[in-house]
């Protein structure tokens, strides 16, 4: 069961919603922002999905969107009266950016535009037709509901709690079923690799092996070969016959990686095979018949390589571009910074060094390790729980302010390694240090700290860590339409301020300090985020546990 708010001026969207999903608490309907408000208020964090109607007939003093400075002409009216979804989607957006909308309209407007300039989550046109327009809903709403409550993590690939990360999951999961070739795209570092083998190959259904191959680390004049395999004396050096990697993937799932390398031959060569669903051996004529679930990955932007000519269009086509999935940059993804450094940890604390390392470090404390075997667990920020047993990385609030901070160009796989050197390196230096605390007290010495210092050497070892005077503070923003510039900066000026807020937990003195380089302008940018329409109610409850 789940709490649904619908925001309509009329009965008949929550009417048909409580006879087709009965399951669900329907709250509202609310008439306009002020009752929605209201109504999220009460509720507090249980509403996990908003129904949103687009046209709302209510008079014209409970309308968004209209002159703050003079009386509005009955034509500004009637725009209002058409879009006022959007303007309490803007509202919305501004306390509850994560949380789901599905925007409803039985009137024509044009809606696909609009969604996706308002980040709503779903569309759907009434039909008035009860039962088409009671199964288009349940439809969103169950894959609404079932991609926010989905799984947080998959053996070594952490997807996080983000609603965005969820959605891509189970569109994968989708996408693994089928028989049509899957491209991942993304910066480097973003687990295209971990997700072609550990979960497209893993819920394929497929009973065949997992072959990878880096097409940007082989020789060219090898690619063919290991791709089409070869017959003796094919080329020189080859003694033998060898099957190629297509038909060692028979049956299973062949991954390429870094796709746009291939070069023109190659890809005619690739796009025969997938045409023809059989490879032949360089140097032989007789077609072996492969079944492969291909995967493959880029950095690249392969339809603009279209566009300049430097990729096939029918290779494109045939490889699916309508299944195209992006996983996005860690700098993306910064609220999952301090779960998904509590993954890294545990990932790195099963490698047997590591292992070993903190139990002799336990030893050395005079220290028995849990029952189970040696623990090791992230303790961010916060309070230190008590002794269980478990060896606790403790990560100060300066060193989660580096991690948070950090721009994380390598992604994933630079985030996991940062974290893996400071845990092996912590726990060293701990142990070197014989009998006696290492961490944050004299009476805890199964507590080891993470020191800032060893975090900013770890990322100035990367060489990708900048002074933070002179790099700023990044954030992503998106920039949105409005009536006025005035309007448009103070949109993009609460996404950052909100970002901040929420990275800074609500500490408005180190906001100062990023914002003004002076954390005594606390009260100053206090009193911007109050102009803005911000509530510290509404965000407190967002920033990560």
């Known amino acids: 069961m789940a709490d649904i708010l619908v925001i309509d001026d009329q009965d008949r969207t929550i009417e048909l919603c409580r006879r087709a999903m009965p399951e669900h608490a329907w709250h509202g309907p609310a008439r306009d922002w002020d009752e929605a408000r209201a109504l999220l208020r009460a509720l507090r964090r249980r509403v996990e999905l908003v129904l949103l109607d687009i046209h709302f007939d ?15 002409t009955e034509r500004e009216l009637r725009r209002a009266r058409r879009r006022q979804g959007f303007a309490i989607l803007e509202a919305l957006r501004r306390s509850r950016p994560d949380l789901p909308v599905v925007l409803m309209t039985s009137r024509g407007e044009g809606l696909e535009r609009a969604a996706d300039r308002h980040r709503a989550e779903e569309y759907t046109y009434f039909l008035d037709d009860e039962a088409l327009d009671a199964r288009a809903l349940r439809a969103q709403v169950g894959g609404i509901l079932e991609a926010r409550r989905g799984t947080e993590r998959d053996g070594p690939i952490y997807w996080g709690r983000s ?64 791709l089409f395999g070869s017959v003796r004396g094919a080329y020189t050096g080859a003694v033998a ?94 609220m999952d910074i301090e779960r998904l450094l509590d993954f890294c940890v545990e990932q790195a604390a099963a490698q047997p060094t590591v292992r070993e390392l903190a139990r002799e470090y336990l030893d050395r404390q005079g220290l028995a390790p849990s029952p189970g075997g040696v623990v090791v667990r992230a303790v961010a920020s916060g309070a230190v729980p008590p002794p269980s047993g478990a060896l606790l990385l403790l990560f100060p609030e300066r060193t989660m302010r580096l991690l948070r901070g950090h721009p994380w160009p390598g992604n994933l796989r630079e985030f996991a390694m940062t974290v ?84 800074e937990r609500g500490d408005f003195a180190a906001m100062a300090k990023v914002l003004l380089g002076d954390a005594g302008g606390a009260r100053k940018v206090q009193l911007r985020f109050n102009q803005l329409g911000l509530k510290v109610r509404d965000l407190k409850e967002r920033i990560p546990g």
């Open 163 to 226: 609603l965005a990360m969820r959605r891509i999951r189970r569109r994968l999961l989708t996408l693994a079923r089928g028989r049509l070739p899957v491209i991942l795209a993304g910066p480097t570092g973003t687990g295209k690799s971990l997700i072609a083998r550990h979960f497209l190959h893993a819920h394929s259904g497929r009973g065949g092996r997992f072959v990878a191959v880096d097409l940007s680390t082989l020789p060219r004049d090898l690619v063919a070969a290991h």
């Open 58 to 72: 209510i008079p014209d003093d409970r309308l968004l969107g209209l002159p703050d400075d003079r009386e509005p």
């Open 420 to 503: 893996e050197n400071a845990l092996t390196l912590s726990i060293a230096e701990a142990a070197d240090a014989g009998p006696g605390p290492g961490g944050a007290a004299a009476d805890r010495p199964d507590v080891v700290q993470v020191r800032p210092k060893l975090v900013r050497d770890l990322l100035l070892a990367t060489g990708t860590h900048a002074e933070e005077d002179a790099s700023g503070w990044a954030v992503e923003v998106r920039v949105r339409a409005h009536e006025g510039l005035n309007k448009v900066a103070q949109d993009v000026e609460r996404q950052y301020f909100t970002r901040l807020y929420l990275q």
């Open 241 to 334: 016959d060898r099957r190629g990697a297509f038909e060692e993937a028979d049956g299973g799932t062949l991954f390429l990686d870094e796709i746009g390398h291939l070069g023109e031959d190659l890809q005619r060569m690739l796009l025969t095979v997938l045409q023809e669903g059989a490879v032949v051996r360089l140097g032989d004529a007789r077609e072996r018949r492969v079944d492969v679930k291909l995967v493959v990955a880029t950095n690249e932007d392969l339809a603009e390589k279209v566009r300049r000519g430097e990729f096939r269009a029918d290779l494109y086509m045939r490889l699916n571009p309508a299944a195209t999935v992006r996983l996005p940059a860690l700098r993306e993804r910064r």
